[in-house]
């Protein structure tokens, strides 16, 4: 017998023998909300109950909730009049007359944290938002606004306000505590705050080495001065002697010695000067020759590279052509994606690996098997659903977790192919 037979026939037993029944206000609050396209044993006993009232057409009861599903609900909640939104939450429970008690594994077993997805997030959110904590959408991601909300609640309930739902902030959560009252002491409390995760301490800095002091270098010694004296010198050197009488013939040879070594002197210096101008010359027409071919290289490798990027440009020019007319058939939808990288099976039998192309749906705007192609992912299959993915929104799988966070939230415009 299905759960909502066994509650309603223990209930019934409990009046009999005189034992207090809990009360409907409590039951009324259900420990799951369900959204179109959950598939779970929650949502046939949906079906099995809405069946009974009339309501659930099908033949059979799959515990997937589809469209049949969702319409089913959206009458139920009309006819109560309740708000017609085809998720069945607490108000849509209470209408049925369903009594579903709050288990301890109602937001999982799993840690929540910022980045996580899917129906336990959506539990969360509802729960926050009920208590006040939680301004924002019930989507099922957890962002930083449902990051900022979980750390509000943690600090008004005197818990490590990290911003991680653990086993003590899904207690708090599921018991409905009050909030703390802060103490009035200036001491800061330690003991009393139930941390969600042990922090691990700071390991020690290394101290740096000393660093080596540097070197004194020995004092260059002084070049000795050069003592170089010139022919004038030596002339006038000689000039201040006293004169000596000298025979006429040999003062002319002496005088024809010093003209001779002056002009010897002189023709050794134009030598050099004249050898250093030539060597100047040739490493000047040797700088400019490398300097030339430098130039030339450079110019070689400006023009390849235009090449290369001319010819880069083509190909890509004509490969966007290609895409561009492979997708010029279809109809064109504006829609706001998100991503995901849970792994595991899509609603149409799916298995995700690394190179699936897929996306989540809805079915009534983009009808599942559909080929989609989504402007910077590709082509992909319309092969998923979730439970926040209503009218135009869909969700990119994206296999890397890091990637599917920073490709955040865009409109884009896709195109339907077929």
């Given at each position: 017998m299905k759960l909502f037979k066994q509650l309603a026939a223990v209930t019934s037993f409990a009046a009999c023998v005189g034992i207090?029944?809990?009360?409907?206000?409590?039951a009324s609050e259900p420990n799951h909300t369900l959204y179109p396209g959950t598939k779970n044993k929650n949502v046939a006993e949906l079906q099995d109950t809405l069946k009974e009232k009339g309501y659930f057409k099908n033949s059979d009861v799959t515990g997937?909730?589809?469209?049949?599903?969702?319409?089913?609900?959206?009458a139920f909640q009309k006819d109560h009049h309740i708000s017609v939104d085809g998720i069945a939450g607490p108000n849509t429970y209470k209408a049925l007359n369903v009594n579903v008690k709050e288990a301890a594994n109602d937001l999982g077993k799993e840690l929540l944290a910022k980045g996580s997805r899917g129906?336990?997030?959506?539990?969360?959110?509802?729960?926050?938002q009920r208590?006040?904590?939680?301004?924002?959408?019930v989507d099922g991601i957890f962002g930083t606004l449902t990051e900022t909300a979980v750390k509000a609640f943690q600090s008004a309930h005197n818990l490590a306000a990290d911003g991680i739902v653990g086993p003590n902030t899904k207690a708090a959560l599921l018991n409905g505590q009050a909030p703390v009252q802060p103490k009035t002491s200036t001491a800061a409390p330690v003991n009393n705050v139930h941390k969600e995760t042990a922090q691990p301490k700071q390991a020690a800095q290394p101290q740096q080495p000393a660093q080596p002091k540097e070197v004194a270098q020995p004092k260059q010694a002084a070049q000795p001065v050069e003592n170089v004296k010139k022919a004038d010198d030596n002339v006038q050197a000689e000039t201040a002697k006293p004169a000596q009488k000298v025979a006429p013939a040999k003062?002319?040879?002496q005088n024809n010695n010093q003209n001779q070594a002056v002009k010897q002197n002189t023709q050794q210096q134009e030598q050099t000067t004249a050898q250093n101008t030539v060597n100047t010359?040739?490493?000047?027409v040797k700088a400019e020759t490398n300097k030339t071919q430098v130039k030339e290289q450079t110019?070689?490798?400006?023009?390849n590279h235009k090449q290369t990027v001319n010819a880069n440009a083509n190909q890509n020019n004509q490969n966007n052509n290609a895409a561009d007319s492979s997708n010029d058939s279809g109809k064109t939808i504006s829609v706001e994606a998100t991503a995901y990288s849970l792994s595991g099976t899509t609603a149409n039998g799916t298995q995700l690996n690394s190179n699936s192309k897929v996306i989540a749906v809805d079915p009534n705007v983009i009808p599942l098997g559909s080929k989609v192609y989504i402007p910077g992912y590709g082509t992909a299959v319309a092969a998923d659903t979730g439970g926040a993915i209503k009218g135009n929104r869909i969700d990119v799988y994206i296999p890397n977790d890091q990637q599917a966070k920073n490709f955040g939230r865009k409109n884009v415009q896709i195109k339907v192919i077929k």
């Amino acid at each position: 017998m299905k759960l909502f037979k066994q509650l309603a026939a223990v209930t019934s037993f409990a009046a009999c023998v005189g034992i207090a029944a809990p009360s409907i206000s409590h039951a009324s609050e259900p420990n799951h909300t369900l959204y179109p396209g959950t598939k779970n044993k929650n949502v046939a006993e949906l079906q099995d109950t809405l069946k009974e009232k009339g309501y659930f057409k099908n033949s059979d009861v799959t515990g997937y909730y589809g469209t049949i599903t969702e319409n089913a609900v959206k009458a139920f909640q009309k006819d109560h009049h309740i708000s017609v939104d085809g998720i069945a939450g607490p108000n849509t429970y209470k209408a049925l007359n369903v009594n579903v008690k709050e288990a301890a594994n109602d937001l999982g077993k799993e840690l929540l944290a910022k980045g996580s997805r899917g129906q336990y997030v959506s539990l969360l959110q509802e729960k926050l938002q009920r208590l006040g904590f939680y301004k924002g959408h019930v989507d099922g991601i957890f962002g930083t606004l449902t990051e900022t909300a979980v750390k509000a609640f943690q600090s008004a309930h005197n818990l490590a306000a990290d911003g991680i739902v653990g086993p003590n902030t899904k207690a708090a959560l599921l018991n409905g505590q009050a909030p703390v009252q802060p103490k009035t002491s200036t001491a800061a409390p330690v003991n009393n705050v139930h941390k969600e995760t042990a922090q691990p301490k700071q390991a020690a800095q290394p101290q740096q080495p000393a660093q080596p002091k540097e070197v004194a270098q020995p004092k260059q010694a002084a070049q000795p001065v050069e003592n170089v004296k010139k022919a004038d010198d030596n002339v006038q050197a000689e000039t201040a002697k006293p004169a000596q009488k000298v025979a006429p013939a040999k003062q002319e040879n002496q005088n024809n010695n010093q003209n001779q070594a002056v002009k010897q002197n002189t023709q050794q210096q134009e030598q050099t000067t004249a050898q250093n101008t030539v060597n100047t010359q040739k490493e000047t027409v040797k700088a400019e020759t490398n300097k030339t071919q430098v130039k030339e290289q450079t110019n070689n490798n400006v023009q390849n590279h235009k090449q290369t990027v001319n010819a880069n440009a083509n190909q890509n020019n004509q490969n966007n052509n290609a895409a561009d007319s492979s997708n010029d058939s279809g109809k064109t939808i504006s829609v706001e994606a998100t991503a995901y990288s849970l792994s595991g099976t899509t609603a149409n039998g799916t298995q995700l690996n690394s190179n699936s192309k897929v996306i989540a749906v809805d079915p009534n705007v983009i009808p599942l098997g559909s080929k989609v192609y989504i402007p910077g992912y590709g082509t992909a299959v319309a092969a998923d659903t979730g439970g926040a993915i209503k009218g135009n929104r869909i969700d990119v799988y994206i296999p890397n977790d890091q990637q599917a966070k920073n490709f955040g939230r865009k409109n884009v415009q896709i195109k339907v192919i077929k």
